[in-house]
DNA sequence: GCGGGTCTGTACGCTGGCGTACATAGCGCG
DNA sequence: CGCGCTATGTACGCCAGCGTACAGACCCGC
């Protein structure tokens, strides 16, 4: 049914109703997104709004001090560019890709030409709206209350669900980074999760083992919020017509 | 201009054109809004929104050991149940009564009725929701980052500046529900900070007495929220005919 | 196949915030 | 005016996570 390039691989995109596909489709431009690419800038103006996938992208605060912080990770479930259509124009997080892939990106203009329709386009991006709300949310409680074991877990199964294969392509580092917390952390808690035989790494690749090995260490974050998707997001499958 | 009791205090519907203002006003309903008071229960419908005046909510996610978390304030700059028009029909977080006061309600189905006039008001929502996602944000990065004495500093600015007077009442024990710290916390940074001469409190009730003082103890979160309502809503001063 | 850069493992002391426990003090209500 | 509740002060041990430092291991490219 969807090709590997197909923009309908975006869950977004599947569900618009065959009229607004139609009319956005051809303006639909298909991107190669390479890891570490910076999409916007943090109080950057958007030019485009992207459309993920097989990409990850992560939205994270930059501190004065360089320190970062993941609020949220937007896959093919999502839209990157909300400040567009929200009123915005500038975003204040910074979007960089955290896994390479490709995404569809459309210009800002055209977005917001459709989104001023007031029609099933608007109304599904302010539901997915809703759905990235709850994630920031959680990642604000889980940032206060759980340890980095639980919070590696969480974002373990987040990027999984955002992925085809059981294996990531991902450092130690670039974790911490993501989590605002030290490497040597992450190298802890990882070395700790390959003992229990959930999951298996070497240089820079991660392989998940035991998914339910994770579900059972992992926070009740990572359920609340995939809860809140599935709940918001679930007439995405509606369109057949693909 | 504006009397104490008027929905004009809340600054979203001040910033409402005439003739959307004269359409919603009868249906306003002014209510009073107690200390502790829940408005909205976590995953509980929305029957109302509503556009504090003089009163102050927070909006906090529960976990399920008990401990909490603010994730945002709402005063008379905002609105409360977003996710009403957002399109979840419930919130998964909950909106409880941090200071005592006032605020005028609408109901579920008449918002729905003016939002889906994709006019102003929609506009004007979604530029707050665009402000909110923003102070979430950086509550986010803010748990990850700074210290209690920073986060207390953070709060009591966001307070005060929905507050008419310097004084909030408030106990030490309700601060640190809000902030998901311990409650012996916030006595030692209040008493670092009344020892400074920055603030003086009795037994529920806090003064602060030196406004710059907070300023140049609190983490750059406070700024950057600040900074984003005022751009997000300055135009809020627009309608002069009150 | 070998070198160099990057990624990962480990160690050590430090500190902020937690859990627990209990003492004191202010305020409201009878 | 005094009782009792609730708010606040203080203390102690504990531990997760931080900052720093360095050693070893892996991989890629030449």
Redesign the interface.
């Known amino acids: 049914m969807t090709d590997p390039h197909s923009p309908n691989q975006n869950h977004l995109v599947a569900a618009l109703p065959t009229a607004e596909f139609e009319r956005l489709a051809p303006h639909l431009e298909l991107v190669a997104m390479p890891l570490g690419e910076v999409l916007y800038e943090s109080g950057g103006k958007l030019q485009h709004v992207y459309f993920p996938t097989t990409a990850i992208v992560s939205l994270q605060?930059i501190?004065?001090?360089g320190?970062s912080?993941e609020?949220a990770g937007v896959g093919n479930e999502g839209i990157l560019g909300?400040?567009l259509?929200?009123?915005?124009e500038t975003t204040?997080?910074r979007a960089v890709v955290q896994t390479a892939g490709y995404g569809y990106r459309l210009k800002a203009h055209l977005m917001m030409q459709e989104f001023?329709r007031?029609g099933p386009m608007?109304?599904l991006l302010?539901?997915y709206?809703?759905a990235?709300?709850?994630q920031?949310?959680?990642?604000?409680?889980c940032?206060?209350?759980h340890s980095v074991e639980q919070q590696l877990c969480r974002w373990l199964l987040l990027t999984l669900d955002r992925l085809p294969s059981n294996e990531l392509t991902m450092t130690q580092e670039l974790i911490a980074g993501m989590l605002?917390v030290r490497r040597e952390g992450i190298t802890e808690a990882a070395g700790h999760l390959q003992q229990t035989g959930c999951i298996r790494y070497r240089r820079g690749h991660i392989t998940v083992l035991d998914r339910s090995g994770l579900e059972s260490r992992v926070c009740?974050c990572y359920a609340?919020v995939k809860k809140?998707f599935d709940?918001?997001l679930c007439d995405v499958q509606n369109r057949q017509d693909i």
Chains 1, 2 share one sequence.
């Open positions: 605060y501190m004065e001090n320190a912080a609020i909300i400040s259509f929200m009123g915005g204040p997080s001023n007031a608007m109304r302010l539901r709206t809703q990235l709300i709850t920031v949310s959680q990642t604000a409680a940032n206060r209350h605002g009740e609340e809140e709940r918001l």
